[in-house]
């Protein structure tokens, strides 16, 4: 479990973040970007992320397919980012790495495997 402490100065307690909630971040992000295919079901979504917790930093690795006749790297790149900027704006969390893993192609219209 990841948890996050505010700082004295903004009151008493603390935010805990589950890491199923930071997982589901990132498949919504990876969702997000065009050409990625997922799988119908998001509980085996969630399996295909991986995070490694460091105090306030997180480093991820997600495996995608992508579709016929998109560009792999320009793909890869755009899972990236939208991971970054998704995950540092929804969590106080810093995004140390984002490793892409691609492990097919899907030549399927619906993009569904």
Do not use: C, W
């Not at 119908?40 to 930093?57: A, G, M, Q, Y």
């Not at 997600?62 to 929804?90: C, H, R, W």
């Amino acid at each position: 479990m990841a948890i996050y402490k505010r700082g004295k100065s903004e009151g008493k307690g603390k935010v805990t973040y589950n890491a199923g909630i930071v997982k589901g971040i990132v498949v919504l992000a990876v969702s997000d970007v065009q050409g990625v295919a997922l799988k119908k079901s998001n509980k085996d979504n969630l399996n295909l992320v991986k995070l490694n917790f460091n105090e306030d930093v997180v480093s991820i690795d997600v495996t995608v397919e992508v579709l016929y006749g998109f560009n792999v790297p320009d793909v890869a790149f755009n899972i990236q980012q939208s991971i970054k900027n998704s995950l540092e704006s929804m969590s106080k969390y810093k995004v140390d790495s984002v490793d892409v893993h691609i492990s097919g192609v899907v030549f399927n219209e619906e993009g569904h495997i």
